[in-house]
């Protein structure tokens, strides 16, 4: 049995190399930081509104390749493997902003205190009164500026 | 390598491991609990030692967190394999608790319980704790899992041997076994990360402040600065396990 690598006891009761294999591993998310540069638009509005502190990723996921590859193309036309989220469901909105006592932190006759502002999604403007379609949040709300 | 019909082995060093548990738990009942108090040994020199704080008042249960772990590590998207995830808590007005975690959060919560039934409810993120004495690493056979230099608790995937040792000996619940690979799995706190000055993926991805990633050594780090301001608490501190996971509003019905 061979237990022991060249690295092990390095620092420890275990394989140094193992570190750097860790560090070594791929990201995924790449940071508000990186997709400000190629869409300033979106950021600047971000930033001016009520979801300044929402990291793009959490509506749009992983975009590290994304942000690596799209710039290579001048076209509307990503390729499908580049293409990230884009969350228009009410079901989306309502993950963080659905009515759920947990998210009421202080609660008493006068006063509702909660980390997120909180709606009935079930019934906050479901559907045009008058055409009946079914509304979604995005067809009010800006969702980088909501 | 091949490592079977070691079980004897095994056994006599699981029975170690328990005895020394218990006579760690007997000598911090006699400190106070104090969230202070449980993190011993911070080890010296510049070199950052990784904590984090949890801020259970801003936690609105999107479980963001949850999710982009998932994705950032390439976990199992099962719903029985996390290394992060999000529990709702309800003390119902009979006294009764009931904890939620539908796939870990990932795909958010509603409310299952009416609200004139509700006592208090909350969220509470999970995650591993890179607890400084580690019951997880001392029982490893093998040197496979350790903690790195930054107080970060690792795994060597490719010196596991799958023995599920240390699965059994974390307090949390922390550790699995992935289904493919046959190793132990775990956070790593984004180990790969942070080595590059970004923060963690659920750290990152949370969307109120709730979580707190920083250096326990820098002084005037966000987080030594949260543990200022906030009374908070580890979990299962009567365990000893010298947590750096803190909570600020934690309730004793956490478990």
Redesign the interface.
């Known amino acids: 049995m061979h237990l022991s690598s060249s690295s092990f006891g390095k620092y420890g009761h275990y394989r140094a190399f193992a570190l750097n294999e860790i560090a070594g591993k791929k990201i995924k998310y790449a940071g508000e930081a990186s997709c400000v540069v190629c869409h300033k638009s979106e950021a600047n509005h971000k930033k001016k509104g009520d979801h300044a502190r929402l990291s793009c990723e959490i509506c749009h996921g992983a975009g590290s390749r994304h942000a690596s590859y799209a710039g290579n193309f001048k076209s509307k036309n990503l390729p499908d493997s580049l293409l990230l989220n884009k969350p228009v469901e009410r079901q989306f909105c309502a993950r963080c902003h659905q009515d759920n006592l947990a998210r009421v932190k202080i609660k008493c006759d006068t006063i509702n205190f909660s980390a997120v502002k909180l709606v009935n999604t079930k019934d906050h403007n479901v559907a045009d009164e008058d055409t009946r379609l079914p509304y979604k949040c995005i067809d009010c709300h800006n969702p980088h500026m909501p | 390598?091949?490592?079977i019909n070691k079980n004897a082995n095994r056994r006599s060093f699981l029975k170690a491991g328990l005895f020394l548990a218990g006579g760690a738990a007997a000598t911090t009942l006699l400190k106070p609990y104090n969230a202070i108090a449980v993190v011993p040994e911070e080890p010296k020199g510049e070199k950052p030692w990784y904590g984090i704080g949890i801020d259970i008042?801003?936690?609105?249960?999107?479980?963001?967190c949850a999710k982009?772990c998932k994705?950032?590590?390439d976990v199992p998207m099962e719903p029985f394999f996390f290394r992060s995830w999000v529990e709702?808590?309800?003390i119902l007005n009979d006294g009764s608790v009931k904890v939620e975690s539908p796939n870990g959060g990932l795909?958010?919560?509603?409310?299952s319980v009416p609200?004139k039934d509700?006592f208090?409810?909350?969220?509470v993120p999970k995650m591993c704790n890179h607890c400084s004495k580690s019951p997880c690493t001392q029982v490893c056979p093998?040197?496979?899992?350790?903690?790195?230099?930054e107080g970060v608790v690792?795994i060597?995937?490719?010196?596991c041997i799958g023995c599920r040792y240390c699965i059994q000996a974390c307090p949390y619940g922390c550790r699995y076994l992935h289904p493919k690979k046959k190793v132990a799995d775990k956070c790593?706190l984004c180990?790969?990360?942070i080595?590059?000055g970004?923060?963690p993926?659920c750290f990152?991805?949370c969307?109120?402040?709730?979580r707190i990633f920083g250096d326990l050594h820098d002084k005037k780090s966000e987080l030594v600065r949260f543990l200022k301001d906030h009374t908070c608490m580890v979990l299962k501190p009567h365990m000893n396990t010298g947590a750096k996971l803190f909570y600020n509003s934690l309730s004793a019905e956490v478990r």
Do not use: W
Request: charged share 25%; glycine share 8%.
């Open positions: 390598m091949k490592l008042d801003k936690c609105i249960g999107c479980g963001s982009s994705i950032e590590n709702q808590y309800t795909d958010g919560f509603t409310q609200d509700v208090k409810s909350f969220f093998v040197g496979a899992t350790f903690e790195s230099p690792l060597d995937e490719k010196y790593t180990y790969h990360r080595k590059k970004m923060q993926a990152a991805n969307p109120t402040g709730a």
